[in-house]
């Protein structure tokens, strides 16, 4: 498998699950910003879309949405209770997870990454992510990761989110569950490792 990445991109979150489940693969830097590979290919040749992750698999298909490639590495390796089993509920509460993570944390980031975005609107942005994220603050209470006892593929999702917090202002003060459940998942090796190869950390 080849997964293209960006450092400390969206992409972290596959990055980490592979290092989870132990599976080989092979790492791309994409850059975000050149949209190249280290040879000099145009990735837009590769992912007509241009963004990471872009997962290839040996006979050549491919995922390219973060939620979907996760799901996908943690069913190929059961045993690691990465998703629950498919057709339980918690499965279907694993997916309401990635969604809410998705849709209501990622996208509300990416305004706050583009300097084109007015200030009232970075501001109004920085409010809801705000509630957001102590919403999931509450729903961490008596648990070390979102779905109970076990890390799941939400967790690589959550956390990779939640770091953008620092490089756009957003102030995790206060959400002391969340920081705690952070220094959790960042103390894992799988995270260490993923993001050591992704140069966040030495």
Not at 102 to 110: A, C, I, M, P, V
Request: glycine content about 8%.
């Amino acid at each position: 498998m080849k997964l293209y990445y960006s450092p400390g991109a969206c992409s972290l979150s596959p990055h980490i699950v592979l290092h989870e489940a132990g599976l080989a693969y092979e790492g791309i830097l994409t850059p975000t910003k050149t949209h190249k590979t280290p040879d000099g290919t145009d990735f837009y040749t590769i992912n007509p879309l241009g963004y990471v992750p872009f997962l290839v698999l040996d006979d050549g298909r491919t995922l390219h949405e973060g939620p979907a490639i996760v799901q996908y590495l943690a069913d190929l390796v059961p045993d690691k209770h990465l998703a629950p089993a498919h057709g339980t509920f918690e499965r279907y509460k694993l997916q309401e997870w990635l969604t809410f993570i998705g849709t209501e944390l990622h996208k509300n980031f990416s305004p706050l990454f583009n300097p084109a975005t007015p200030e009232e609107v970075k501001t109004a942005t920085k409010t809801q992510l705000l509630s957001r994220l102590g919403w999931v603050n509450g729903e961490l209470a008596g648990k070390d990761y979102l779905m109970g006892n076990t890390f799941t593929v939400a967790d690589a999702y959550l956390f990779t989110v939640s770091n953008w917090a620092r490089l756009v202002g957003v102030d995790l003060a206060g959400l002391d569950t969340l920081l705690a459940y952070r220094a959790r998942v960042a103390a894992r090796p799988a995270v260490v490792a993923a993001m050591q190869a992704e140069g966040l950390r030495h």
